[in-house]
């Protein structure tokens, strides 16, 4: 199983993106998927998490402003963060855990800064 993110980039305070968790190997309907971030200097947190079920959950910092979604047809997740603020700045990175063993994609940065 191999995840690509792709998508980020520099931003305005107040602006948007939209990351981009490519799937292969296995088929994202059938998996959890979460995104994480990682800020200079910090730990690697949670942030975003879609079930097989659809059933989606966030960490208290974005919710009302980032939505985690699925393309079971291009096998994607997808990050859209709207109202983006400079503690959102980081490397955001995706993760399943499939046949029994945790899987990364290589992160992508987002910075936010006027």
């Known amino acids: 199983v191999q995840l690509q993110a792709s998508g980020g980039g520099l931003v305005q305070p107040g602006g948007s993106l939209r990351l981009s968790c490519a799937v292969s190997?296995?088929?994202?309907?059938?998996?959890?998927v979460d995104w994480y971030r990682q800020a200079p200097g910090k730990q690697r947190e949670f942030v975003a998490r879609?079930?097989?079920?659809?059933?989606?959950y966030y960490t208290n910092s974005v919710k009302g402003r980032f939505t985690i979604s699925r393309d079971n047809a291009k096998n994607t997740v997808y990050l859209q963060m709207n109202n983006l603020k400079p503690e959102d700045t980081a490397v955001f990175y995706c993760y399943t855990y499939a046949s029994g063993i945790d899987h990364w994609g290589k992160g992508t940065l987002v910075t936010v800064s006027s």
């Open positions: 879609i079930t097989r079920d659809d059933s989606k």
């Open positions: 190997g296995s088929i994202v309907s059938r998996n959890t």
